[in-house]
């Protein structure tokens, strides 16, 4: 970034603080973070007041988060060494923003330590304002914010670069990767990088969920043998591992702890048994068919909810605000809507169709028995409807 690109930057930023116009808008997306600190009340000299927290707690989110073992090493190993030759620091967060790990050159840790970024500190835009970890993890894609991007005054000596990490099993977000170092290092390359290594990460969970599958399908394979009629063996999160006299399917949706009679909106009234890491489920032929509901809750906009009704109960799914504005656009075009549809309906630009698509994948692995693509829909069958905030 250029001299004159800084100062532009500088004064919209100066800008967009005392309400008036800036003479060059920055990118829309950092102009919409802005918004959202200020909502916060993040204090553009300092941010919040957010203390790391204790050592038995930053372990034990060490040990929860699923970003430990093969996929560290696998983030670590594709970033620190790049990170130390640039003078920069690499970390990785949870879903929540905290710092969990973090390497790379001694000289940056004394600047980051500065900023109050160290190991148990929160870095989500409530608590630090507009900066790559934080917005990463809203907006669910890779960015770059650079020196008076960020919200924070005392951050704009500072350039960072972080991607989300996704469990490929279901798309729930894990938390970020992130470079970090002193603006006038920046290196062009450094996004994609980042981002590249997102995606080692997300393959090297892929593949351990692949050889959990193998197990659990090893497993199931002599109980199948057995079984009369209709059956799956299924991991805890809907995954197929093997089945018999049933035609081929990825995933099905299953509720929490699935144990006894179940109803699954693919398949009806099933017998839930426990496996090794998975259910055996035996399909009940007689079983009636019934009506789904399904309910797309949006009045709080922070906290949108899918709700699946059936006459023995019903299952409910927080989701994030991007995928409850996916879910909205097909719960209003029940006819199905193609990728450049929904991608100018989220972003106004029918050209961000790698991004929508890659996001349905996400949601059709959580709901792959509810929506089906080309074109992008809930099924035909399903009862869908949405509660929207009163105007």
């Avoid at 929490?256 to 017998?271: D, E, V």
């Amino acid at each position: 970034m250029s001299i004159r690109q800084r100062h532009h930057l500088a004064r919209a930023h100066e800008a967009a603080l005392t309400g008036a116009r800036p003479a060059v808008a920055p990118r829309r997306m950092i102009v919409q973070s802005w918004d959202r600190a200020r909502q916060h009340g993040v204090d553009p000299d300092r941010g919040t007041d957010c203390r790391p927290v204790a050592a038995d707690e930053l372990e034990h989110r060490r040990v929860r988060c699923d970003l430990g073992g093969d996929a560290l090493r696998e983030l670590l190993s594709g970033l620190v060494p790049a990170a130390e030759s640039a003078g920069a620091v690499v970390v990785v967060v949870d879903v929540e923003g905290r710092i969990l790990w973090r390497e790379g050159h001694p000289g940056a840790f004394r600047r980051a330590d500065r900023l109050g970024f160290v190991e148990g500190a929160c870095w989500l835009e409530n608590a630090v304002g507009t900066n790559a970890i934080g917005t990463a993890l809203v907006e669910g894609v890779a960015l770059q914010v650079h020196s008076a991007e960020h919200f924070v005054r005392a951050h704009h000596a500072w350039t960072c670069a972080a991607a989300p990490v996704h469990d490929p099993r279901d798309g729930r977000l894990l938390g970020a990767v992130d470079v970090s170092g002193p603006a006038d290092a920046v290196h062009p390359s450094t996004l994609a990088l980042v981002r590249a290594v997102a995606g080692l990460t997300e393959a090297r969970l892929r593949d351990a969920h692949r050889h959990q599958l193998d197990r659990l399908r090893a497993v199931a394979a002599p109980v199948l043998a057995k079984v009369g009629g209709q059956a799956l063996a299924v991991d805890r999160d809907g995954w197929v591992a093997a089945s018999t006299g049933l035609p081929p399917v990825d995933r099905i949706a299953l509720p929490a702890a699935p144990s006894g009679q179940i109803w699954l909106p693919a398949f009806g009234t099933c017998a839930a048994e426990p496996l090794p890491e998975g259910v055996l489920l035996r399909l009940c032929d007689a079983a009636p068919r019934t009506t789904t509901r399904v309910v797309l809750d949006v009045r709080r906009s922070n906290q949108p909810v899918l709700t699946v009704h059936r006459e023995s109960g019903s299952w409910t799914y927080r989701t994030s605000r991007r995928h409850a504005d996916l879910l909205l656009e097909l719960a209003t075009h029940r006819a199905g809507r193609t990728a450049a549809d929904l991608s100018t309906a989220l972003f106004d630009d029918p050209t961000r169709t790698i991004t929508v698509r890659a996001e349905m994948s996400r949601l059709r692995k959580k709901f792959g028995d509810l929506l089906e693509n080309r074109p992008y829909r809930f099924l035909p069958d399903l009862e869908v409807s949405v509660l929207q905030p009163e105007t």
